[in-house]
C-alpha cells in the first residue's frame, strides 16, 4: 500500500494513531491539515485495518461522496490523502505498553520502538482480528482454504465452497457466483444473519444452498479437492467437489495490551465525551474503538469521530489553536497544480506544512 515501515529507535511526534484503520489514517490527514506530526502504529503488515485486511474486494457503499468504492481503493485514496503530510508508519508491531510523561505520552510497541508523543488518539477498532478457524482442514489453509480472498481471479472456473451465514459469508458467494463454475453455500442454521437484501439475491442467484450443515472435513492432497458436508438428520456426509472453500465464520477480536491501560471500557469499547475524550488526559479514541450513547460502527462515522478527537486535541496541546479547523477548501495542496490565474478557485491562505497558498 506503499507505506514505509519505520526502523527500530525512538520516535518523537505530536499525535500517535494507535492503528492504521481507515479511521487512523483519516487522522493521520487530519492532524496533518492541523499542522500536527504524527505516527501511526499497527500490528498488520500494511495499513488500512479491517477495509485492507478483511475486505479489500469488497464495495463499500455508505461512504458519503462516494456512491461506490472498492475497500482497497478507499484506503489507497486514504493514504495519499495523509502523506502531503508525512505520517510515520510503524507496521507489524503493536503498541503495547503507555506511560504518562511530563509533555504527554512515551509508548512502547512490540518491536521496541519508543514514541514520545504530546498525544494519543486510540483508533484500534475492536483489536486485533484473526478469522474464526474452521475446524476442518487447516492443512491445506493458503491452498485452496481461505479465511478471506484477497483477488476473486481465484474464483475463475472453480467449484466454490463458502461457509457461513454472515454478511460476510453471503458477500463471497455473490462475488463468486459471476466467475465461478459452481458456488455451494454451507450454512450450519436454517436462517441467515445477514443483510435481507444480500439474502434475496443469492436465493435468486445459481448458488446452491445446503443448510443446517456443516463441514466436517476438507479434503485433497497439494490443494482443496472436495468437502465433506454433515447435514442435519441425513446419514453419513455428502461429498462436494471443490477446489476453493471460502471459511467466512466471523472473527476473533483480541484488544490486547490496550485493555491493561487503564481506559475506561463499556464492553469492548472504550467510553469518551462528546470531545472524544477518554478516561486518560491527552487520550482520544475514535473508530470502532470509542463508544457512547447513541454510538454506531461505520466508517462514516468514524471519520467524523476522528476529526473531532483531532480538533479538540489540536486545541489542548495548543491553547492558542481554535477549535474550527477553518476550511480545507481554502487550501491546495502541494501535489495539486495551483488552478490558473483569475480562477476564482486560487487558494487563499497557507496555514500548515504540505499545503501552500
Ligand atoms: C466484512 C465487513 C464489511 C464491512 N462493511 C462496511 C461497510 O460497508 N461500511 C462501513 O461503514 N463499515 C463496514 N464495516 C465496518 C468497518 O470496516 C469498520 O467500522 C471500520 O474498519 C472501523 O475502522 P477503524 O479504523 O476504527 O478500525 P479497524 O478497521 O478495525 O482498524 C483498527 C486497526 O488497529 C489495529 N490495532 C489493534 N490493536 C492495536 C494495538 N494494540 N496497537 C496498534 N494497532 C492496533 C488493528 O490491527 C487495525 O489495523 C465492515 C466490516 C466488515 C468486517
Redesign the pocket.
Known amino acids: 500500500m506503499g507505506t514505509t515501515t519505520a526502523p527500530a529507535g525512538e520516535v518523537t511526534v505530536d499525535v500517535l494513531f494507535?492503528?492504521?484503520?481507515?479511521?487512523?489514517l483519516f487522522g493521520a490527514y487530519y492532524a496533518g491539515f492541523r499542522g500536527l506530526t504524527t505516527a501511526l502504529?499497527?500490528?498488520?503488515p500494511e495499513a488500512g485495518?479491517?477495509?485492507q485486511a478483511?475486505?479489500p474486494e469488497?464495495n463499500?457503499?455508505?461512504i458519503a461522496g462516494l456512491p461506490a468504492v472498492q475497500g482497497q481503493q478507499l484506503i489507497r485514496n486514504l493514504l495519499e490523502q495523509a502523506k502531503p503530510f508525512g505520517p510515520r508508519f510503524l507496521l507489524s508491531q503493536?503498541?503495547s505498553d503507555i506511560r504518562e510523561v511530563a509533555d504527554g505520552w512515551r509508548v512502547t510497541t512490540s518491536s521496541g520502538v519508543v514514541v514520545n508523543t504530546r498525544a494519543v488518539i486510540v483508533?484500534?477498532?475492536?483489536?486485533?482480528?484473526t478469522p474464526r478457524p474452521l475446524p476442518a482442514g487447516e492443512e491445506l489453509l493458503g491452498r485452496g482454504l481461505c479465511y478471506f480472498v484477497p483477488q476473486l481471479e481465484v474464483f475463475d472456473g472453480k467449484d466454490v465452497v463458502v461457509v457461513g451465514g454472515g454478511?460476510?459469508a453471503l458477500d463471497w458467494a455473490l462475488a463468486a457466483v459471476p466467475r465461478a463454475r459452481s458456488v455451494t453455500l454451507v450454512h450450519r442454521r436454517k436462517q441467515f444473519r445477514a443483510h435481507e437484501h444480500s439474502v434475496a439475491q443469492v436465493k435468486d442467484s445459481p448458488c446452491h444452498l445446503v443448510l443446517d450443515a456443516t463441514v466436517t472435513a476438507v479434503r485433497g492432497n497439494d490443494s482443496v479437492e472436495s468437502v465433506d458436508v454433515t447435514v442435519r438428520g441425513e446419514d453419513g456426509a455428502r461429498e462436494l467437489k471443490a477446489q476453493v472453500v471460502v471459511a467466512a465464520l466471523g472473527f476473533l477480536m483480541d484488544l490486547?495490551?490496550?485493555a491493561g491501560w487503564g481506559l475506561e471500557m463499556e464492553g469492548r469499547a472504550i467510553r469518551v465525551d462528546t470531545r472524544m475524550r477518554t478516561n486518560l488526559p491527552r487520550v482520544y479514541a475514535a473508530?470502532?474503538?470509542a463508544t457512547f450513547p447513541g454510538k454506531v460502527?461505520?466508517?462514516?462515522v468514524?471519520f467524523g469521530e476522528v476529526a473531532l478527537a483531532v480538533n479538540n486535541a489540536a486545541v489542548e496541546l495548543n491553547p492558542d489553536a481554535t477549535l474550527a479547523p477553518g476550511h480545507s477548501s481554502d487550501l491546495v495542496p502541494a501535489s495539486e497544480p495551483l488552478a490558473p490565474e483569475g480562477n476564482s478557485a486560487q487558494p487563499r491562505s497557507k496555514e500548515v506544512a504540505g499545503w501552500r497558498s
Open positions: 494507535v492503528g492504521a484503520g481507515p479511521v487512523g502504529v499497527d500490528p498488520l485495518g479491517q477495509v478483511i475486505y469488497k463499500i457503499y455508505d503493536q503498541a483508533t484500534s477498532g475492536v483489536g486485533s482480528v454478511d460476510s490486547g495490551p490496550i473508530g470502532d474503538a460502527k461505520l466508517i462514516a468514524g
